[in-house]
């Protein structure tokens, strides 16, 4: 199973930036499967950004990018989104495109564990200045 995540880069505060990751695998069911989005800045602990359930109908998204970050999903295309608007120094990071297959979960703070995901990507790098 891969999953590859690209549309990082360097932007400046309050522009915007649209993540996308592919995923593959013949053993990797896309559309059966919760896609999500975590994000590591150096000298921090890995943090969940947001979730969207396998129909794309469910949204989680964590209280520090409400409002500005949303996810989206396109199973045709085995392709999950993140859009970023409004963007911030503190969300300067390196972004992780996530799946799990063992469904949408009970509470916010499952969906936020990161050992909830089996499948991980490689990562991109989003750096805001100010």
């Known amino acids: 199973v891969q999953l590859q995540a690209s549309g990082g880069g360097l932007v400046q505060a309050g522009d915007s930036l649209r993540l996308s990751c592919a995923a593959s695998?013949?053993?990797?069911?896309?559309?059966?499967?919760?896609m999500g989005w975590f994000r590591q800045a150096p000298g921090k602990e890995r943090e969940f950004v947001a979730a969207i359930s396998w129909s794309g109908g469910i949204t989680s998204t964590a209280d520090s990018v409400k409002g500005r970050f949303t996810i989206s999903r396109d199973n045709a295309k085995n392709t999950v989104y993140l859009q970023m608007n409004s963007l911030k120094s503190e969300d300067t990071a390196v972004y992780y495109c996530?799946?799990?297959?063992?469904?949408?979960?009970?509470?916010?703070?499952?969906?936020?564990?990161?050992?909830?995901?089996?499948?991980w990507g490689q990562g991109t790098q989003v750096t805001v200045s100010s």
């Open positions: 996530v799946g799990a297959t063992a469904g949408w979960g009970t509470s916010d703070s499952s969906r936020s564990d990161p050992s909830r995901y089996e499948y």
């Open positions: 695998g013949r053993t990797f069911i896309f559309s059966r499967s919760v």
